[in-house]
């Protein structure tokens, strides 16, 4: 007998194209230009590590600036991103690009949870409850990446690209976890455990 996709789960993966094909659309077109949601992101997290880390390291205060940054791409032409610098004194220790202030984890997560079946109630509590993990998260490794580049800057590269970003992941992936726990959610989605039949 050929197995059938069940009906929640094709619902799901319906809900999820459309919600991934309307948020690129908006964003590429309309947010992105215009910085609208990045902005402020990026200087919420900027200014969420330097007040963290001056309650820790008064006696070098930190400070956020706009900044600007010119990388190069696959062809050689010069890529121009926004973002904010973070300085201890008058060194610049660390870079957030918008592309790294979590916008896409932020929007991965909720969609996720949006296209789950679920009491709106409790989807909107754990969106909430989760952005803010998310981004407390982000504070902490922008941080640690402070640290790392005064004291072991070989090992920048490591942690930014691979250690931190596992850790991230992961942290996203519990909230996930725990809110796939909820009873209603395992039934809707015929998830419940396969009767042995002796």
């Not at 791409?73 to 592309?99: C, N, S, T, W």
């Not at 916008?103 to 109630?121: Q, T, W």
Request: hydrophobic residues 50%.
């Amino acid at each position: 007998m050929k197995n059938k996709i069940p009906k929640p789960v094709k619902l799901f993966l319906l809900k999820a194209a459309l919600l991934f094909a309307a948020w690129k659309l908006v964003y590429l077109l309309y947010l992105l230009p215009h910085r609208t949601l990045d902005r402020p992101l990026s200087f919420a997290i900027a200014a969420g590590t330097t007040t963290s880390l001056n309650a820790f390291a008064p006696s070098r205060p930190y400070s956020t600036r706009p900044g600007n940054h010119v990388s190069i791409d696959a062809d050689g032409h010069p890529v121009h991103e926004k973002g904010m610098d973070i300085f201890r004194g008058q060194e610049k220790v660390l870079y957030i690009a918008d592309v790294c202030n979590g916008l896409e984890l932020l929007v991965l997560y909720a969609g996720l949870i949006i296209c789950l079946p679920s009491p709106a109630r409790r989807k909107l509590l754990f969106i909430a409850g989760g952005f803010v993990f998310i981004e407390v998260i982000n504070v902490l490794r922008c941080m640690a990446l402070v640290r790392i580049y005064l004291r072991r800057p070989e090992w920048l590269d490591f942690t930014h690209h691979y250690l931190f970003s596992f850790l991230v992941y992961a942290a996203i992936f519990w909230l996930w976890y725990v809110f796939s726990r909820d009873p209603a959610f395992t039934k809707k989605m015929h998830l419940h455990a396969p009767v042995s039949v002796q």
